[in-house]
T-cell receptor, first 116, second 114 residues
């Protein structure tokens, strides 16, 4: 079946602009995650959605970052007033429900964000 | 808080030989999950293998095996019969008891020589 898809694959934006990154998880996966991969910080967890529960936002680096997940499926990560340090690859992953077990996460191809 | 340490930033291995990639972790959780992911130059993260903290046997998936030593808090990845296509970054990661977010190590770049 189809894997996790992300769009756009590349995004170049000017400092101070807002950007939206989209993630479409694997059908049937109730858990969705956003991570960021940058040269300086490695791979960092940002936010986690599980079913209808309130998201775990503990990894968001500032209040400029927010995310939502509509209808338990597609998710959008929004970065407001982008800064150059936001330049990174943003990875989305999905997995089956973790309650009662731990499941591997399947990653999308990522969105490379460049803030000029 | 959880921490993953991968002490080998880069490694070479001869094609067809076995290689071990080191991973140590630190956590106060009694229950956790350990994962290895492969990231080729194309950028996608590929799941390789999983080990639960209560699993008594080491996990194996084809040419991949996880050498889990709980008392030493290590979860090394062993790749047998290396292939040129194994050249990639390899990340060790773990999940806590509650929640499923991954904490990643810094990665090891493996280069397979023909």
């Amino acid at each position: 079946g189809a894997g996790v898809s992300q769009s756009p694959s590349n995004k170049v934006t000017e400092k101070g602009k807002d950007v939206e990154l989209r993630c479409d998880p694997i059908s049937g996966h109730t858990a969705l995650y956003w991570y960021r991969q940058s040269l300086g910080q490695g791979l960092e967890f940002l936010i986690y959605f599980q079913g209808n529960s309130a998201p775990d936002k503990s990894g968001l680096p500032s209040d400029r970052f927010s995310a939502e997940r509509t209808g338990g499926s597609v998710s959008t990560l929004t970065i407001q007033r982008t800064q150059q340090e936001d330049s990174a690859v943003y990875l989305c992953a999905s997995s089956l429900d973790h309650s009662g077990g731990t499941y591997e996460q399947y990653f999308g191809p990522g969105t490379r964000l460049t803030v000029t | 808080a959880q921490k993953i340490t991968q002490t080998q930033p880069g490694m070479f291995v001869q094609e067809k030989e076995a290689v071990t990639l080191d991973c140590t972790y630190d956590t106060s959780d009694q229950s956790y999950g350990l994962f290895w992911y492969k990231q080729p130059s194309s950028g996608e993260m590929i799941f390789l293998i999983y080990q639960g903290s209560y699993d008594e046997q080491n996990a194996t998936e084809g040419r991949y095996s996880l050498n889990f030593q709980k008392a030493r808090k290590s979860a090394n990845l062993v790749i047998s019969a290396s292939q040129l296509g194994d050249s990639a970054m390899y990340f060790c990661a773990m999940t806590p008891n509650a929640g499923n977010m991954l904490t990643f190590g810094g990665g090891t770049r493996l280069m397979v020589k023909p």
